[in-house]
């Protein structure tokens, strides 16, 4: 049987983020965000009318789920911290109690011997500064940067390894063009003036973590989605090229190499005029460059060219849905993102911050803890990781999504993704088959 061997040190975690499994979203203080609002005001925005409370039960549950990462041989557990948790108002007051509660976190994940991966900003902004406009308001970049001064002050001299932000596509997409997450509107220049914001607000935090002296890592998640083209060898190439620079190269360029993508810019008028004024200049003047790229990949675009359309591409539906799954299923696209990054901007160092499967809740519990399905993912795609290791890419780790069975954005309790099934009543967490595949992995730094 052929194995692949992952290098020693590798970091092998899981993944989670705050509105996803912590719940009890108004307990000791903590601020409304903007899920928390948007499920009391638009339950219908979301599958069953979910809620935020009771998510994966993690504020009440935190200790015992700590202790079963040590028994499964984690090494590492990415994490965000609640902004509204920590600072209710978004800026201004601090919150002693939230501050409280991710100290205890993170002491606990050190005894086990499990390196916290902390994100700053996991797509849970304070209502209150959605009221404002969210990242659509320049001054965005003050409140954010305030907010990672307190993360950075209160957890800085424990936590190594830090996100500024996770999968910004999405967040400056779905609220501000796509019309799926408050405040549902559908405004392009809206969405490129929020992300724009968006970059300053990295760049800011990136230059405050290098001047307060702290000694870890910091960088940026990014859902890496390779583009391809339907037809490889006409103009759909360029579609392709156009929808990945306004996707996941949007992000990329301007943090690795501070300027946006050439590409989409040069030839599409329309999403050019839709820009703010002066970005280019802008993020030129306050690029800084980050520690490490954490990567998102869950599957990839196919693109066919489209003249009427903004960025002269359509989406094509790939072949790769598979019945009762979330995303489509195409393990060879992380060894394509991954190899491109390496090469298009410099063997950068590269942790897996996300990768897993989401199969619908079919309600038989039985049937659900015995997840093959998810062990034959797990093995495609980390032998992908090994792959692409052995071409010469600097994967440092991989975080499986998601620890547990949580709560998605606007699919609710829908889809379960985690190694414990987590019976979201009683907060009752059992191991599913693929729990004990991954301890293996780990323990032997093999993948069969
Ligand atoms: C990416 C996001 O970062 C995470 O919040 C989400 O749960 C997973 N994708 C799965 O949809």
Redesign the pocket.
């Known amino acids: 049987m052929i194995k692949f061997r992952f290098p020693d040190g590798f970091l092998f975690g899981t993944g989670s983020?705050a509105f996803?499994i912590e719940g009890s979203p108004y307990a000791d203080g903590k601020g409304e965000n903007t899920w928390d609002y948007s499920v009391r005001n638009y339950p219908e925005k979301f599958y069953n009318n979910a809620k935020t409370e009771p998510a994966s039960h993690f504020y009440t549950h935190y200790k015992e789920d700590i202790e079963e990462m040590r028994r499964q041989g984690l090494k590492s557990f990415r994490f965000s911290i609640s902004w509204a948790r920590i600072m209710p108002e978004g800026h201004g007051r601090v919150n002693p109690l939230g501050i409280g509660f991710y100290n205890d976190v993170i002491d606990r994940l050190i005894a086990a011997g499990i390196e916290p991966f902390v994100d700053i900003f996991?797509?849970d902004l304070p209502q209150a500064l959605a009221e404002i406009g969210g990242f659509k308001n320049p001054d965005i970049i003050e409140y954010f940067v305030e907010y990672a001064r307190v993360c950075f002050e209160s957890f800085g001299d424990r936590v190594k390894l830090w996100s500024t932000v996770?999968?910004p596509t999405?967040f400056c997409t779905a609220p501000y063009v796509d019309g799926r997450w408050y405040p549902f509107e559908t405004d392009i220049r809206g969405a490129l003036l929020a992300s724009h914001n968006t970059l300053l607000c990295h760049f800011r935090t990136v230059k405050l973590y290098r001047e307060m002296g702290l000694k870890g890592k910091i960088g940026a998640?990014i859902?890496v989605v390779p583009v391809y083209p339907k037809d490889p060898t006409g103009k759909d190439v360029l579609a392709a090229q156009y929808q990945f620079e306004r996707g996941s190269g949007w992000w990329l360029y301007p943090m690795f190499r501070g300027h946006y993508p050439e590409n989409i810019i040069r030839d599409c008028d329309g999403f050019r005029a839709a820009m703010p004024d002066g970005a280019e200049e802008e993020i030129a003047r306050e690029f800084v460059p980050m520690d490490f790229l954490g990567m998102?990949y869950?599957y990839p675009g196919f693109a066919e060219y489209d003249e009427s359309s903004i960025d002269k591409s359509t989406r094509v539906e790939s072949y790769y849905v598979q019945e009762g799954q979330?995303?489509a299923l195409y393990p060879v696209g992380l060894y394509d993102a991954v190899n491109f990054v390496t090469r298009e901007f410099g063997r950068p160092e590269i942790y897996i911050t996300?990768n897993?499967l989401?199969l619908v809740d079919s309600g038989n519990k039985e049937e659900i803890l015995e997840d093959d399905v998810r062990i034959s993912y797990l093995r495609e795609h980390l032998r992908m990781i090994v792959r692409s290791i052995e071409g010469g890419a600097d994967v440092r780790g991989y975080y499986y999504?998601?620890n547990f069975d949580?709560l998605?954005?606007t699919s609710g309790y829908r889809?379960r993704?985690g190694f414990y099934y987590v019976d979201f009543e009683t907060g009752e967490r059992t191991r599913k088959k693929s729990w004990e595949y991954y301890r293996r992995v780990i323990s032997t730094s093999l993948v069969d």
């Open positions: 983020s996803q996991h797509w996770n999968e999405v998640v859902d998102n869950y979330y995303f996300e897993g989401g999504w998601s949580s998605e954005a889809f993704f």
